[in-house]
């Protein structure tokens, strides 16, 4: 088990009258099961917690999704004959952004999503249900709608207390030959690339694909393919229908790679700890090192994940200044949860110039230093993980 010591979730962003009441944090521990090798956290939040209706992120705002969801939505006409009016449904799906590049190929579409993310969906011209999705709504969604060609549930379906009762209500929606799509964070990749800040409270489970194979087998699923994808990070996108099928030898070759590289033994996890204190302490001792020098470091991006590496880190206003967003962010006049960071304007940036700018996007870090220096900023950049390094150009 690692420890992060207890956090705050991750999008509970305050504002200045809440930095003077008391902050609610909770455990943050991440376990493996010994039966299927699955990572997890230990602590589960009441979901209306971790995804209230005010949930502030728009999958809108991420460029490296919206290229994502096109990449799935051009895979899928080719690999399974979408045709006119198949419906596709997506679950979890914010404002819609995924079904709108199906919508494009003319299918029907629905999202089915908690928060008011859906509201902002249905003023796009995405039909939105605005439920956290079960099997009650499955069924009154296939009375309504009729089965669904294609469920898809990307980056969300590590973020269900019980996977065992979601997949329960895609079984009741999924046409008999229909396809069921999931995206997570991949276990491979995150140990790989060192990404010790997708551990937050919304990502219960950190899925590799044995595990997952087995969790489709309980419920009547069986995986026909699987691949790797750049997003997040990297993910992992997955394949399955319902019944027995065979799977693709892409599958077999990723459990392979996944047995190959020690992703299911105790000394492989041992390291990956151990490379994650070590990166946190040197984090820390070059922030230090750079305000003894008495510059200013300010943050670029305030995503979700970032909020781990700061609060694990201990990266507070002392060290930080701010942090920017795009203009029209829901964060801008906020601040971090637990580090109390203020949220700002990009376009401070540009006016303060500041000798140093921390990448919390690291994993897009090219694309952002590189719009960062069209904008016109002259500092310094910091990459964070997988070990902390300046750039200079």
């Known amino acids: 088990m690692l420890a992060y010591g207890h956090q705050p979730i ?4 305050l504002t200045d009258k809440q930095l003077n009441e008391p902050e609610t944090t909770y455990p943050l521990n991440f376990c493996r099961c010994q039966n299927c090798g699955l990572l ?8 209306k917690l971790v995804f209230p209706v005010n949930y502030p ?15 799935l939505a051009d895979a899928l006409e080719k690999n399974y004959n979408l045709k006119p009016n198949d419906l596709i449904i997506d679950i979890g799906s914010n404002d819609g952004s995924l079904l709108k590049t199906f919508k494009a190929k003319s299918l029907r579409v629905l999202g089915i ?30 009375k ?3 089965p669904a060609k294609f469920i898809t549930l990307t980056n969300a379906f590590a973020h269900i207390p019980d996977p065992a009762k979601i997949m329960q209500g895609i079984e009741i ?52 393919d699987a691949e790797r994808i750049d997003a997040a990070g990297g993910s992992i996108r997955v394949y399955a229908k319902k019944g027995q099928h065979t799977a693709t030898k892409r599958v077999r070759e990723l459990i392979a790679a996944e047995e190959a590289s020690g992703l299911y033994d105790s000394e492989k996890l041992k390291q990956f700890t151990d490379k994650m204190i070590d990166a946190k302490n040197s984090l820390m001792a070059l922030l230090i090192s750079c305000k003894k020098e008495n510059a200013r470091v300010v943050a670029i991006g305030s995503p979700a994940r970032s909020n781990t590496l700061l609060g694990f880190v201990h990266i ?36 303060d110039q500041p000798e140093y700018a921390l990448i919390l996007s690291w994993h897009i870090g090219d694309e952002l230093m590189k719009k960062i220096r069209e904008l016109g900023y002259h500092g310094k950049f910091i990459i964070p993980l997988p070990q902390p390094k300046i750039i200079k150009k």
């Open 144 to 146: 309504k709608y009729g």
């Open 10 to 13: 991750v999008q509970n962003y």
């Open 113 to 142: 999503e908690p928060t008011n993310a859906a509201q902002d969906a249905n003023a796009s011209g995405i039909e939105t249900i605005q439920a956290y999705f079960n099997a009650n709504i499955a069924k009154e969604t296939l």
């Open 316 to 351: 507070d206003n002392q060290l930080i200044d701010y942090a920017c967003e795009k203009a029209g962010s829901p964060k801008i006049g906020l601040f971090t949860p637990g580090t109390h960071i203020p949220v700002v304007d990009e376009k401070k940036l540009l006016e």
């Open 57 to 71: 992120y728009r999958t809108g705002l991420t460029n490296m999704l919206i290229r994502n969801f096109q990449l």
């Open 173 to 224: 929606l999924l046409d008999e030959d229909g396809i069921f799509v999931s995206e997570s964070q991949y276990l491979l990749d995150m140990m790989e690339h060192l990404e010790l800040d997708t551990i937050y409270h919304e990502h219960l489970r950190f899925y590799s694909l044995k595990p997952l194979q087995k969790l489709f087998s309980l419920t009547g699923f069986s995986i026909v």
């Open 40 to 47: 997890q956290l230990d602590y589960i939040i009441d979901p």
